[in-house]
C-alpha cells in the first residue's frame, strides 16, 4: 500500500525553525515529484514548495521563498521541508504529497490537484 507520513510540526514561537518530514512506504519515492502544501482554518489548501524527481529543480511559493528549503534523500525514501524565520500566518497543517507526472518543473505552480498521492498532514503552530 502507497502511504506518505508527515512528521516534524508542533509549536513553535516566531522567528523558529522547525523541520518537516515526509516518509514513504509501499513505493519508491525517488521516482516521484514531491510537493509541499499547507492549509489553515477556513482557507483553501495551497501550495509551498515543490523538488523534482531527481532533486535538480525546485520551487517555493512567494511567502515562503528565503525562509524554507526543500530537499530529499532518495536513499531514506524521505522529503524534508526546513522552515526558518517562522511566522503566526505561517499556522496550518502541512501536507506532502507525491505525483508521477513531473509537474514539479519551471513555470508551474505548485497546486493540489497536480498531486496524486497525499499523508494525513501535521500541525505547524506559530505562537508567542
Known amino acids: 500500500q502507497m502511504q506518505l507520513v508527515e512528521s516534524g510540526g508542533g509549536l513553535v514561537q516566531p522567528g523558529g525553525s522547525l523541520r518537516l518530514s515526509c516518509s514513504a512506504s509501499?513505493?519508491?519515492?525517488?521516482?516521484?515529484?514531491v510537493g509541499w502544501f499547507r492549509q489553515a482554518p477556513g482557507k483553501e489548501r495551497e501550495g509551498v514548495s515543490c523538488?523534482?524527481?531527481?532533486?535538480?529543480?525546485?520551487n517555493y511559493a512567494d511567502s515562503v521563498k528565503g525562509r524554507f528549503t526543500i530537499s530529499r534523500d532518495n536513499a531514506k525514501n524521505t522529503v524534508y521541508l526546513q522552515m526558518n524565520n517562522l511566522k503566526p500566518e505561517d499556522t496550518a497543517v502541512y501536507y506532502c504529497?507525491?505525483?508521477?507526472?513531473?509537474?514539479?518543473?519551471?513555470?508551474?505552480?505548485?497546486?493540489?490537484?497536480?498531486?496524486?498521492?497525499w499523508g494525513q498532514g501535521t500541525q505547524v503552530t506559530v505562537s508567542s
Open positions: 504529497a507525491a505525483n508521477f507526472r513531473g509537474f514539479c518543473r519551471p513555470g508551474r505552480p505548485v497546486i493540489p490537484n497536480d498531486y496524486d498521492y
Open positions: 509501499g513505493f519508491t519515492l525517488e521516482h516521484y515529484d
Open positions: 523538488i523534482g524527481s531527481s532533486g535538480s529543480f525546485t
